[in-house]
């Protein structure tokens, strides 16, 4: 078995080839690009972490005029067509540029991001301004944005201005690659300067590409397709392919075979199991897709620590809050759809592809859909879309199910913190079980559950009422000859409360669950321990739960 080099982090294709690292060919992307006349534009919008990025570094690789490649493309499968390498391998002008790093806290930090990115691109090309052929005009223009001090016109017309001068010089017309076009917008609906940069995006996407005769063509990526009406005024013969669409489903993230030959190559075939739990189960147009970022990770760690179980690559991430801010809008109860989400259910909802990031939290529709177009939810390959606005909608795989999960228990956490505790608290410490269980009922019903009410989504969420309100709370804590459930303490007033969890078969038998709960506390003598650490009061608890329904029984030592 040979070893390969997992390239973790690295979306250069050059640097992956000329470095041997395991490379999944996605080449015969370029023979499905320009297997007929490719549109002017072509839009290709996929979740993060699919490979966007190093796709488009392999096609500035095999179109850019200024490079000499073939060697890195040999064995590949664009390869095999030897005409196509010849009318279009490094033979064309290319500009490639990412506004990845685009945003900030305010436009101006934004917009001076974006100069800089600019700046970057027209120093890369400093060789046209030697060109006796092109027009002094464009020169100053050059200057100054090279120097970072063009005037926000010289900003917007900044593309058309580069491509022009790069067809005077070559003699042909330019390859346009932009990645990660979107971001400059998604930070600014988050930061409400939305509107400053659509203007200047806005108007630097229209003038490089509406009616622009050095544009060859142009490909673009991003996460979201942002209504045509908003960043692609006026521009024509415009494709957008999306996750529903079929012609490159298979060109962003792994197949089945692609990942099965990865794990063959690199010996660890007897995880292929594990990473379909974890890692499959996205469906982008017919095709069953993994996420090649998750994949790559796991491999990558296994290399180093063998037999590693599977995690959460995509958990210490800001992005992740927009399951959070799905459930903390106003207006919109979508907790039948979440719990059916977590018990691994399908949902039958609305979605859109017509989207700002102005108005992603405008409609339930709108969120719905963002989490479907950034990968939280894949459509049911079962169930195929209902026309171009009804989708059958699931978690994915075991880690975007990990990532809802731990969102619902933050936000719930949320929304605990900020809220007025003080009647649970006085009820919990004067031994009222019938307003402890009214009020723990009533906080049930707001929250989403998951694990089809097991019993640990009970204990989480009892937990959760007393943290961060003055009380010890100890987590089934050792004491006697078992460990409770949950006791809580108050260490001012020197009283403890122990409460042992059970989980009924219906509504009648919540008080025979309650029971037996108190029984447990009883023939374990859970509360010796604790009147042994000083506690003058022990309050046992008994508490039943049927679905979103309690019933707490006391007895007292």
């Known amino acids: 078995m040979m070893q390969y080099n997992i390239p973790i982090g690295i979306s250069e294709f050059e640097k992956i080839r000329k470095n041997d690292y395991y490379y999944v060919d996605k080449t015969d992307l370029i023979q499905t690009l320009l297997k007929t006349e490719p549109a002017e534009i072509t839009l290709f919008t996929r979740p993060r972490r699919f490979g966007k990025t190093l796709v488009m570094s392999m096609l500035a690789s095999f179109f850019d005029i200024r490079r000499e ?22 033979q064309w002008p290319v500009i490639f540029l990412s506004f990845k790093d685009v945003g900030g806290e305010c436009f101006e930090d934004a917009y001076g991001l974006l100069q800089s990115v600019i700046s970057q691109l027209y120093v890369e090309h400093t060789y046209l301004e030697e060109s006796m052929e092109i027009d002094e005009s464009y020169k100053d223009i050059f200057g100054r944005l090279k120097r970072r001090q063009g005037n926000k016109t010289d900003v917007q017309i900044s593309l058309r201005v580069l491509m022009r001068m790069m067809q005077i010089y070559y003699g042909k017309q330019v390859i346009l690659l932009i990645d990660e076009y979107d971001v400059p917008m998604a930070k600014a609906g988050n930061k409400a300067y939305y509107n400053e940069m659509l203007d200047v995006i806005g108007t630097m996407m229209s003038q490089a590409l509406k009616d622009n005769t050095a544009l060859k063509f142009s490909v673009i990526t991003g996460c979201l397709r942002i209504s045509k009406e908003s960043i692609f005024t006026g521009t024509n013969n415009f494709v ?10 298979n060109y962003f993230g792994f197949t089945n075979e692609e990942v099965q030959r990865l794990l063959e190559d690199t010996g660890n075939i007897k995880y292929q199991g594990q990473i379909k739990k974890w890692y499959d189960g996205y469906c982008f147009g017919k095709t069953e897709i993994y996420c090649p970022w998750d994949v790559l990770c796991y491999l990558n760690k296994l290399a180093f620590e063998s037999e590693s179980e599977p995690e959460n690559f995509w958990e210490n991430t800001s992005h992740n809050d927009i399951i959070r801010t ?36 405008d409609s339930e529709e709108n969120l719905w859909s963002v989490l479907y177009l950034t990968g939280y939810l894949t459509k049911d390959i079962r169930q195929p879309l209902q026309g171009k606005t009804k989708a059958f909608l699931k978690i994915p795989n075991a880690e975007i199910m990990d990532i809802f999960r ?17 009647s649970l608290f006085i009820a919990l410490w004067n031994e009222d079980v019938s307003s402890l269980s009214e009020l723990i009922s009533d906080l049930l019903f707001e929250t ?47 009283q403890a409360v122990i409460i042992e969890i059970k989980i009924a078969d219906s509504m009648q038998s919540l008080q025979k669950s309650a ?37 707490i029984s006391k007895s007292e030592v």
């Open 326 to 361: 799905f459930l903390s809008c106003e207006g919109m109860d979508v907790t039948d759809s979440f719990e059916r989400l977590l018990a691994g259910e399908t949902i039958e909802v609305e979605i859109t592809d017509n989207l700002t990031y102005e108005n992603l939290t």
């Open 448 to 494: 989403i559950s998951y694990h089809d009410y097991a019993e640990s989504f009970y204990h989480a969420f009892l937990a959760g009422l007393f943290t961060n309100a003055g009380y010890i709370v100890e987590s089934n804590y050792e004491s006697g000859l078992g460990r409770p459930d949950l006791v809580i303490k108050n260490k001012k007033k020197r």
């Open 240 to 249: 957008a392919d999306t996750i529903a669409d079929e012609r490159f489903s």
């Open 406 to 422: 731990k969102s619902v228990v933050r936000w719930f956490d949320e929304q605990i913190a900020v809220r007025d505790r003080s």
């Open 515 to 551: 029971e037996k709960a108190m029984d447990q506390i009883d023939d374990m003598r859970y509360a010796d321990g604790i009147s042994a650490q000083g506690y003058q009061k022990v309050i046992k608890y008994g508490a039943s739960f049927y679905q979103k329904n309690c019933l």
């Open 69 to 90: 490649n073939r060697d890195l493309f040999k064995g590949l499968k664009v390869a095999k067509d030897q005409k196509l390498c010849q009318g279009w391998m490094n």
